[in-house]
T-cell receptor, first 110, second 113 residues
Framework: QQPVQSPQAVILREGEDAVINCSSSKALYSVHWYRQKHGEAPVFLMILLKGGEQKGHDKISASFNEKKQQSSLYLTASQLSYSGTYFCGKTQGGSEKLVFGKGTKLTVNP | DAGITQSPRHKVTETGTPVTLRCHQTENHRYMYWYRQDPGHGLRLIHYSYGVKDTDKGEVSDGYSVSRSKTEDFLLTLESATSSQTSVYFC????????????FGPGTRLTVL
C-alpha cells in the first residue's frame, strides 16, 4: 500500500518554510525522501530509520514518528532550487523494496 | 553521479511489438530496480534484482519480464507492448547496507501507439 503524502501541492515565496507529510497505515521500518525536478530523475535526499538513525542532506531536516507511522520533511528558508516534486518511500521489515507515495509538488517563487 | 545509464532514452513503438530496455551500471552495485512513473501514481516498482540471475516481482509486474546475466546490466522486456505501458521507466541501484539509498538512472520515455 502506498504511503499517503500531504499536501499534494504547495506554493511558496523564496525564504518561506514548508512541511511535507508522509503517513502509512502499516508499521514502517524506514522512510526515504527523494526530490525530482521536471524531466529529471529522482534524487536521494534523506533516509530515516526506525529507532532514530538518519542519513542525508545537511540542509534539509526530517522527522520519523514510529507510533504515528508518519514522517515529515521540513524545508526551511526555501530557495528557488527547492522547487520540484518530493516523494516519500517506505520499507517494511527491512525489505529492500520501496513503496513510494504519489508525490508533493513544491513551487518556490521569487 | 552513480554511473547509471539507460538505453534507449526515448522509444516509440506499436502495440504488440516486443521492447527491451537496458540499464547499465559501472559501480558493481548488487541491487537493481525497474520502476515506472505515471502522472498521479508516483513511482511504482516493476521488478528488482538482488544479484546475478536473482530477481523478484514488484507491485506492477504483469506484462513485464527481466533478466540479469551480468552484475552491470539489468534488462526489462515488454513481451508484447500495450498502450497502458506508455510511461517513463527508471532504473535504480543500491547496496544492501543499513540505509539502502537508491540512485536513479536518467529514465526512458516509452510511447506505445
Amino acid at each position: 500500500q502506498q504511503p499517503v503524502q500531504s499536501p499534494q501541492a504547495v506554493i511558496l515565496r523564496e525564504g518561506e518554510d514548508a512541511v511535507i507529510n508522509c503517513s502509512s497505515s502499516k508499521a514502517l521500518y524506514s522512510v526515504h525522501w527523494y526530490r525530482q525536478k521536471h524531466g529529471e530523475a529522482p534524487v536521494f535526499l534523506m533516509i530515516l530509520l526506525k529507532g532514530g538513525e538518519q542519513k542525508g542532506h545537511d540542509k534539509i531536516s526530517a522527522s520519523f514518528n514510529e507510533k504515528k507511522q508518519q514522517s515529515s520533511l521540513y524545508l526551511t528558508a526555501s530557495q528557488l532550487s527547492y522547487s520540484g516534486t518530493y516523494f516519500c518511500g517506505k520499507t517494511q521489515g527491512g525489505s529492500e523494496k520501496l513503496v513510494f507515495g504519489k508525490g508533493t509538488k513544491l513551487t518556490v517563487n521569487p | 553521479d552513480a554511473g547509471i545509464t539507460q538505453s534507449p532514452r526515448h522509444k516509440v513503438t506499436e502495440t504488440g511489438t516486443p521492447v527491451t530496455l537496458r540499464c547499465h551500471q559501472t559501480e558493481n552495485h548488487r541491487y537493481m530496480y525497474w520502476y515506472r512513473q505515471d502522472p498521479g501514481h508516483g513511482l511504482r516498482l516493476i521488478h528488482y534484482s538482488y544479484g546475478v540471475k536473482d530477481t523478484d516481482k514488484g507491485e506492477v509486474s504483469d506484462g513485464y519480464s527481466v533478466s540479469r546475466s551480468k552484475t552491470e546490466d539489468f534488462l526489462l522486456t515488454l513481451e508484447s507492448a500495450t498502450s497502458s505501458q506508455t510511461s517513463v521507466y527508471f532504473c535504480a541501484i543500491s547496496e544492501p547496507n543499513r540505509y539502502n539509498e537508491q540512485f536513479f538512472g536518467p529514465g526512458t520515455r516509452l510511447t506505445v501507439l
